[in-house]
């Protein structure tokens, strides 16, 4: 089932979002500063891709306190802009039965788009 609902998602918006993902982290990354927030851009269009039959858990980076301030760096620069749009399409798609799998699976995007630090896909 989880094979089924990923192709449908990519067909409907997911590889395109995925892009842009990509596009996002590439442009971080040409900015030496940035490359943090690209590599969290590139860990968001993984799961963008494919989002069905993953989990976002909490990750035992050893970061600490820094990954705290990077995630208000990136809550302050789009994370939260990023967040909103993701609650706005799960409610959207909440309203139809057939929408309510690809509702909770931007649920599951929001959560990686507001905190991305500090959390892994698996």
Known sequence: MNFIGNII?????????????VFGGF???I???GIPWGMQCFKIAGLVLW?????????NSG????????NIIWLLCGGFYTACIHLVFAAILFITIIGIPFARQHLKLMELSLMPFGKQVI
């Open 9 to 21: 998602w990519l067909i409907f918006g997911g590889f395109l979002a995925a892009m842009g993902y």
């Open 31 to 33: 900015t030496i500063v």
């Open 51 to 59: 989002p069905f039959g993953k989990r976002v858990v909490p990750s």
């Open 63 to 70: 970061m600490g306190c820094v990954s705290v301030l990077f």
């Open 27 to 29: 442009i971080l990354c």
